[in-house]
Protein backbone atom coordinates (compact mmCIF):
# COMPACT_ATOMS: atom_id res chain seq x y z
CA UNK A 1 0.00 0.00 0.00
CA UNK A 2 1.61 3.31 -0.84
CA UNK A 3 1.78 6.11 1.68
CA UNK A 4 -0.69 8.39 1.22
CA UNK A 5 1.18 11.97 -0.42
CA UNK A 6 2.14 14.66 2.09
CA UNK A 7 0.90 17.75 1.14
CA UNK A 8 3.52 20.49 -0.08
CA UNK A 9 3.18 23.78 2.66
CA UNK A 10 1.97 26.53 0.76
CA UNK A 11 3.89 29.71 0.94
CA UNK A 12 2.67 32.65 2.94
CA UNK A 13 1.11 35.15 1.05
CA UNK A 14 2.69 38.40 0.16
CA UNK A 15 0.63 41.60 1.41
CA UNK A 16 2.57 45.13 1.12
CA UNK A 17 1.33 47.75 3.35
CA UNK A 18 2.38 50.79 1.67
CA UNK A 19 3.02 53.81 4.34
CA UNK A 20 3.06 57.18 3.70
CA UNK A 21 2.86 60.68 6.23
CA UNK A 22 -0.74 61.41 6.12
CA UNK A 23 -2.79 61.05 9.57
CA UNK A 24 -4.02 57.28 8.77
CA UNK A 25 -0.01 56.33 8.81
CA UNK A 26 -0.87 55.36 12.50
CA UNK A 27 -3.24 52.63 11.67
CA UNK A 28 -0.69 50.90 9.18
CA UNK A 29 -0.16 46.89 10.36
CA UNK A 30 3.29 47.64 11.95
CA UNK A 31 1.88 45.21 14.68
CA UNK A 32 1.40 42.08 11.95
CA UNK A 33 4.70 40.28 10.46
CA UNK A 34 2.77 39.03 7.84
CA UNK A 35 2.66 42.60 6.36
CA UNK A 36 5.49 43.57 4.53
CA UNK A 37 5.72 47.86 5.61
CA UNK A 38 7.04 50.04 2.47
CA UNK A 39 7.21 53.63 4.23
CA UNK A 40 8.08 56.79 2.73
CA UNK A 41 7.46 60.20 4.23
CA UNK A 42 10.09 62.99 5.04
CA UNK A 43 7.86 63.86 8.24
CA UNK A 44 9.47 63.84 11.74
CA UNK A 45 8.44 60.51 12.31
CA UNK A 46 10.02 56.94 12.94
CA UNK A 47 7.69 53.76 11.90
CA UNK A 48 7.97 50.97 14.37
CA UNK A 49 9.19 48.53 11.69
CA UNK A 50 9.59 48.76 8.17
CA UNK A 51 11.00 46.50 5.86
CA UNK A 52 11.45 48.85 2.86
CA UNK A 53 11.73 52.62 2.39
CA UNK A 54 11.77 54.87 -0.59
CA UNK A 55 13.27 58.33 -1.39
CA UNK A 56 12.74 58.65 -4.87
CA UNK A 57 13.14 62.65 -5.26
CA UNK A 58 16.68 64.14 -7.04
CA UNK A 59 19.31 64.90 -4.51
CA UNK A 60 19.11 68.28 -5.46
CA UNK A 61 15.76 68.67 -5.77
CA UNK A 62 15.39 66.98 -2.19
CA UNK A 63 17.89 69.29 -0.69
CA UNK A 64 15.92 72.91 -1.94
CA UNK A 65 12.28 70.95 -0.93
CA UNK A 66 13.42 70.81 2.45
CA UNK A 67 15.72 73.78 3.04
CA UNK A 68 13.71 75.52 4.59
CA UNK A 69 12.04 74.79 8.45
CA UNK A 70 8.19 72.81 8.06
CA UNK A 71 6.37 72.23 11.02
CA UNK A 72 6.73 67.98 11.45
CA UNK A 73 9.00 67.46 8.75
CA UNK A 74 12.86 67.00 8.72
CA UNK A 75 15.66 69.71 7.11
CA UNK A 76 17.63 67.83 5.00
CA UNK A 77 20.52 67.18 7.43
CA UNK A 78 17.98 65.44 9.38
CA UNK A 79 16.63 63.52 6.93
CA UNK A 80 19.70 62.50 5.35
CA UNK A 81 21.00 61.14 8.86
CA UNK A 82 17.55 59.28 8.94
CA UNK A 83 17.94 57.82 5.70
CA UNK A 84 21.68 56.60 6.41
CA UNK A 85 20.09 55.09 9.85
CA UNK A 86 17.91 52.64 7.81
CA UNK A 87 19.12 49.00 8.50
CA UNK A 88 16.35 48.15 5.07
CA UNK A 89 16.83 48.56 1.40
CA UNK A 90 16.24 52.29 0.95
CA UNK A 91 15.24 52.63 -2.79
CA UNK A 92 16.69 55.99 -4.97
CA UNK A 93 17.22 57.04 -8.12
CA UNK A 94 20.68 55.63 -7.91
CA UNK A 95 22.82 53.93 -4.93
CA UNK A 96 24.44 56.66 -3.33
CA UNK A 97 28.14 55.50 -0.97
CA UNK A 98 26.83 57.91 1.77
CA UNK A 99 23.66 55.36 2.18
CA UNK A 100 24.94 52.11 2.59
CA UNK A 101 22.01 50.15 2.00
CA UNK A 102 20.44 51.96 -0.67
CA UNK A 103 19.17 50.29 -3.84
CA UNK A 104 18.70 51.48 -7.26
CA UNK A 105 14.71 51.88 -7.82
CA UNK A 106 13.58 49.44 -10.97
CA UNK A 107 12.31 52.62 -13.12
CA UNK A 108 12.51 50.93 -16.50
CA UNK A 109 10.86 48.16 -14.96
CA UNK A 110 7.41 49.75 -13.95
CA UNK A 111 7.44 51.84 -17.15
CA UNK A 112 7.80 49.27 -19.12
CA UNK A 113 4.71 47.04 -17.42
CA UNK A 114 2.71 50.68 -16.43
CA UNK A 115 3.70 53.42 -19.12
CA UNK A 116 4.46 57.02 -18.13
CA UNK A 117 1.68 57.08 -15.44
CA UNK A 118 3.71 58.43 -12.24
CA UNK A 119 2.88 61.35 -10.34
CA UNK A 120 3.76 60.40 -6.82
CA UNK A 121 5.73 58.30 -4.53
CA UNK A 122 2.81 56.59 -3.43
CA UNK A 123 2.16 55.78 -7.31
CA UNK A 124 5.54 54.19 -7.85
CA UNK A 125 5.17 51.48 -5.02
CA UNK A 126 2.19 50.66 -5.69
CA UNK A 127 3.51 49.54 -9.80
CA UNK A 128 6.53 47.74 -7.94
CA UNK A 129 4.26 45.71 -5.58
CA UNK A 130 1.79 44.56 -8.70
CA UNK A 131 5.26 43.80 -10.76
CA UNK A 132 6.32 42.11 -7.68
CA UNK A 133 3.12 40.05 -8.08
CA UNK A 134 2.08 39.91 -3.96
CA UNK A 135 -1.60 39.00 -3.50
CA UNK A 136 -2.27 42.33 -1.17
CA UNK A 137 -1.67 46.06 -1.50
CA UNK A 138 -2.31 48.55 1.09
CA UNK A 139 -2.18 52.02 1.54
CA UNK A 140 -2.26 53.78 5.26
CA UNK A 141 -1.00 57.60 5.44
CA UNK A 142 -1.85 58.14 1.74
CA UNK A 143 -4.68 60.35 0.69
CA UNK A 144 -3.82 62.91 -2.02
CA UNK A 145 -6.56 66.06 -1.74
CA UNK A 146 -7.14 68.73 -3.04
CA UNK A 147 -6.88 72.29 -1.51
CA UNK A 148 -10.38 72.87 -2.19
CA UNK A 149 -10.63 69.47 0.29
CA UNK A 150 -7.98 70.57 2.34
CA UNK A 151 -7.73 73.95 3.10
CA UNK A 152 -4.31 75.42 4.18
CA UNK A 153 -2.59 72.00 2.85
CA UNK A 154 -0.74 71.91 -0.17
CA UNK A 155 -2.71 70.56 -3.41
CA UNK A 156 -2.02 67.04 -3.88
CA UNK A 157 -4.78 66.17 -6.08
CA UNK A 158 -2.66 65.92 -9.40
CA UNK A 159 -1.32 62.69 -7.72
CA UNK A 160 -4.98 61.03 -7.05
CA UNK A 161 -5.72 59.96 -10.72
CA UNK A 162 -2.37 57.48 -11.41
CA UNK A 163 -3.00 56.26 -7.81
CA UNK A 164 -6.62 55.14 -8.30
CA UNK A 165 -5.00 53.68 -11.96
CA UNK A 166 -2.93 51.81 -10.55
CA UNK A 167 -4.91 50.27 -7.49
CA UNK A 168 -7.87 49.34 -10.06
CA UNK A 169 -5.32 47.33 -12.34
CA UNK A 170 -3.96 45.40 -8.83
CA UNK A 171 -7.81 44.41 -8.16
CA UNK A 172 -8.41 43.67 -11.96
CA UNK A 173 -5.34 41.03 -11.67
CA UNK A 174 -6.54 39.36 -8.60
CA UNK A 175 -4.96 41.69 -5.86
CA UNK A 176 -6.74 42.52 -2.59
CA UNK A 177 -6.62 45.72 -2.13
CA UNK A 178 -7.37 47.43 1.39
CA UNK A 179 -7.60 51.56 1.64
CA UNK A 180 -8.66 52.64 4.97
CA UNK A 181 -11.67 54.22 6.40
CA UNK A 182 -11.37 57.98 6.40
CA UNK A 183 -9.49 58.21 2.84
CA UNK A 184 -11.06 59.38 -0.01
CA UNK A 185 -9.22 56.97 -2.38
CA UNK A 186 -11.63 54.67 -4.53
CA UNK A 187 -10.44 51.61 -6.44
CA UNK A 188 -12.60 51.87 -9.83
CA UNK A 189 -13.73 48.21 -11.48
CA UNK A 190 -13.04 49.77 -14.58
CA UNK A 191 -9.25 51.28 -14.72
CA UNK A 192 -8.38 54.23 -17.18
CA UNK A 193 -5.10 54.59 -18.15
CA UNK A 194 -3.57 58.89 -16.97
CA UNK A 195 -1.05 59.49 -18.51
CA UNK A 196 1.53 62.34 -17.49
CA UNK A 197 4.01 64.39 -19.48
CA UNK A 198 6.34 64.87 -16.62
CA UNK A 199 7.67 61.72 -13.96
CA UNK A 200 7.14 62.63 -10.54
CA UNK A 201 10.63 62.82 -8.92
CA UNK A 202 12.76 62.19 -11.88
CA UNK A 203 11.73 64.88 -14.39
CA UNK A 204 11.95 67.69 -11.53
CA UNK A 205 14.07 70.27 -14.00
CA UNK A 206 11.19 70.18 -16.18
CA UNK A 207 9.24 73.24 -15.97
CA UNK A 208 6.28 71.27 -16.15
CA UNK A 209 7.31 69.40 -12.56
CA UNK A 210 4.54 71.24 -10.75
CA UNK A 211 5.81 69.55 -7.16
CA UNK A 212 8.36 72.16 -7.50
CA UNK A 213 6.03 74.94 -7.71
CA UNK A 214 6.06 75.97 -3.86
CA UNK A 215 10.42 76.00 -4.29
CA UNK A 216 10.68 77.92 -7.18
CA UNK A 217 8.34 80.43 -5.34
CA UNK A 218 10.55 79.93 -2.66
CA UNK A 219 13.62 80.80 -4.28
CA UNK A 220 12.27 83.75 -6.03
CA UNK A 221 10.94 84.99 -3.09
CA UNK A 222 14.78 84.85 -1.56
CA UNK A 223 16.08 86.65 -4.78
CA UNK A 224 13.74 89.47 -4.13
CA UNK A 225 13.98 90.27 -0.57
CA UNK A 226 17.89 89.62 -0.36
CA UNK A 227 19.64 92.80 0.68
CA UNK A 228 21.44 94.88 -1.87
CA UNK A 229 25.14 94.59 -2.67
CA UNK A 230 26.50 97.57 -0.78
CA UNK A 231 28.06 100.05 -3.30
CA UNK A 232 31.33 99.67 -3.95
CA UNK A 233 32.59 103.43 -2.78
CA UNK A 234 34.05 105.77 -5.17
CA UNK A 235 37.77 106.01 -5.68
CA UNK A 236 39.00 109.64 -5.20
CA UNK A 237 41.26 110.65 -7.76
CA UNK A 238 43.91 113.21 -6.46
CA UNK A 239 45.00 115.92 -8.89
CA UNK A 240 49.25 115.56 -8.51
CA UNK A 241 49.82 118.78 -10.63
CA UNK A 242 51.40 118.82 -14.05
CA UNK A 243 54.25 116.16 -14.56
CA UNK A 244 57.81 117.87 -14.86
Known sequence: MNPAPTATAQPAPRKVAIVGGGPTRVKAPFDDPSWEIWAFSSRRWRPPRVTRWFELHAMTDLRQQLATRKPGRRTFPEYWRFLRSLACPVYMQRRHRAIP??????????????????????SYLIALAIAEGVQ????????PKGSGEAPGEEDY?????????????????????????????????RPRFVATPVLYAYDWRSPDAWWRDRVRVQWRLR?????????RPAVRVCNAGPRR
Open 136 to 143: AIGLWGVN
Open 157 to 189: SRQRAAIEYLLGVARQRGIEVVVPPGTSLRVPN
Open 101 to 122: NSVRYPLATVLKGFGRCFTSTA
Open 223 to 231: RITRPATAP
